[in-house]
């Protein structure tokens, strides 16, 4: 039997008891087992960590590569700058323009796709395994010597611009980032990855090239691979490619305090918005934190899938929105919990009781044994699915190793999840998600939404859209009025 090849009858939490706290829904299906495969990894003398899991099979093969360094690496005024890096990175090296790169990695039936989060900028690779070699001669490519072209970097910029006027003027968008200012402060962590409307224009040339010397070094990076390809095989491919690739450490990092703000009440008038977006958002968990699997689960029973508490309170039994949902976001330094749904501008004060009253309740009302067996199926069964695609054993892989937890806890996820009880979710919920420890955000019509939501929250804050701005403490110059 490989020892790297964990097989065990793991329930995957797919419990044949129903969830009583919602009716009409099917019975789970019966537990099925779970194979989860472990990797092998080296590190090449350069300092470049890869990391390989053979999956034979399908002739399909995936790779990430990633940066370990994301949007909390931008300099202050210059949110956006890791984004707008990745985002360029595809569009042109000394020896291939963009156009040619679209038109090889499209003739080997691969797709390359680039993204930039908190904490990293990734490059994600998908091929034919017959392909890998040319396929990596490109990734190599555009991951060492990105041209960043000046035309390639303004067309992104007005591209990414022209996507912030849009959001500005759209109730979700802008709740999510005044929340996430609100709560984190001025941190980088705090603006959008993707940047500013303020921040963006301010960017040049100079500063992606800047970012990508300081970043963009073996020791900042590593490689992930997964499906139809040996070990030996893999570890060959990335020497080829990456192996002469001039040593580097990765870039310190100054530590983020994590202190979140003091608690706001926020409305953000935007005067013609059809909808209103309400957003709770508080100080999250960093990705390494012992608990971090209890607070999962906990948001799961709160906002996670159809049958979630919030989504059967707001949507089901109430038909105030199509879908509400929360999320826990963890990060290298710290998180972001929020909970969010949008509704009619009419009914923004009723949704924040509900949403308030569910806090409240996750913390002082013990979950059912039927409903957590079921909420934690969502998960389980979310991660199974998962592990069906060399894909996603892949971004499972690498979000384990940015942030450098074990690489084995990838065998026992269902294992933590399941031993979660419903006593820790309560404790969870009192320590971390009570709601007067929340900032909540209210965006759309301040007429018809600031008279009951002041009944709420009577020293609540009105910004006019208008006069919003994420670069100031304050965000903008309140109003005591409803405009």
């Known amino acids: ?21 919602i009716e009409g829904l099917p019975a789970p299906s019966a537990p099925r087992p779970l194979n989860v495969q472990l990797p092998r990894e080296k590190k090449l003398a350069n300092g470049l960590r890869v990391i390989v ?4 099979g399908l002739p399909l093969l995936s790779a990430k590569f990633v940066i370990r360094s994301g ?14 890096t990745g985002d360029v990175l595809t569009k042109g090296t000394p020896t291939r323009t963009a156009p040619e790169i679209a038109r090889q990695i499209e003739a080997l039936g691969a797709s390359i796709e680039t993204k930039a989060g908190w904490d990293a900028i990734q490059i994600q690779l998908n091929m034919l395994s017959v392909n890998a070699a040319p396929a990596f001669e490109i990734l190599a490519d555009v991951v060492r010597n990105p041209e960043f072209a000046p035309e390639e970097i303004e067309r992104q910029r007005r591209q990414t611009l022209d996507d912030l006027r849009v959001e500005w003027e759209t109730p979700g968008p802008v709740a999510v980032a005044v929340a996430a200012r609100a709560v984190l402060g001025t941190t980088a962590y705090a603006y959008p990855p993707k940047g500013t409307l303020e921040s963006l224009p301010r960017i040049t040339r100079d500063d992606l090239l800047a970012l990508h010397q300081r970043t963009f070094v073996p020791g900042n990076a590593l490689l992930v691979m997964a499906g139809n390809v040996t070990t030996d095989e893999a570890f060959a491919l990335a020497e080829r ?9 990765a870039p310190s990092r100054p530590h983020v305090d994590p202190a979140g703000e003091k608690p706001r009440a926020i409305l953000i008038d935007l005067p013609h918005a059809g909808q209103a977006a309400v957003y709770f958002a508080a100080l999250g968990l960093a990705r390494t934190d012992e608990t ?50 949008q509704t009619k501008n009419e009914s923004a004060a009723e949704v924040v009781r509900v949403i308030r009253t569910e806090l409240r309740r996750l913390a002082s009302e013990p979950v059912s044994p039927e409903y957590l067996t079921a909420r934690k199926a969502v998960l389980t069964g979310d991660f199974s699915r998962e592990l069906e695609t060399n894909e996603g054993y892949v971004d499972r892989i690498a979000d384990l190793a940015l942030h450098d937890l074990p690489l084995e806890l990838l065998a026992h996820r269902v294992e933590k999840i399941e031993a979660v009880t419903a006593e820790e979710i309560s404790a969870c919920a009192a320590a971390r ?10 965006v759309g019509r301040a007429k018809d939404i600031a008279k009951p939501l002041r009944t709420i929250f009577p020293k609540l804050e009105i910004i006019p859209q208008n006069k919003l701005d994420l670069e100031a403490a304050s965000l903008g110059v309140a109003s005591s009025k409803a405009r």
Request: hydrophobic residues 45%; charged residues 20%; aromatic residues 8%.
């Open 292 to 341: 971090f699997t209890v607070a999962e689960v906990t948001n799961a029973v709160l906002g996670t899938g159809y049958s979630s508490r919030l989504n059967q309170e707001i949507r089901l039994k109430r038909g105030l929105s199509y879908g509400v949902r929360s999320v826990l976001k963890g990060s290298r330094e710290f998180g972001l919990f929020a909970a969010s749904c």
């Open 1 to 21: 039997m490989n020892p790297l090849l964990l097989v065990g009858f793991v329930a995957v939490a797919l419990s044949s008891v129903p969830p009583v706290e």
């Open 433 to 442: 998600f009570l709601p007067d420890k929340m900032t909540v955000i209210v």
């Open 71 to 84: 949007s909390e690496s931008d300099p202050p005024k210059l949110a956006g700058l890791a984004t707008l």
């Open 53 to 56: 899991l053979e999956r034979p």
């Open 241 to 249: 490619t990456f192996g002469d690739w001039k040593s580097g450490e």
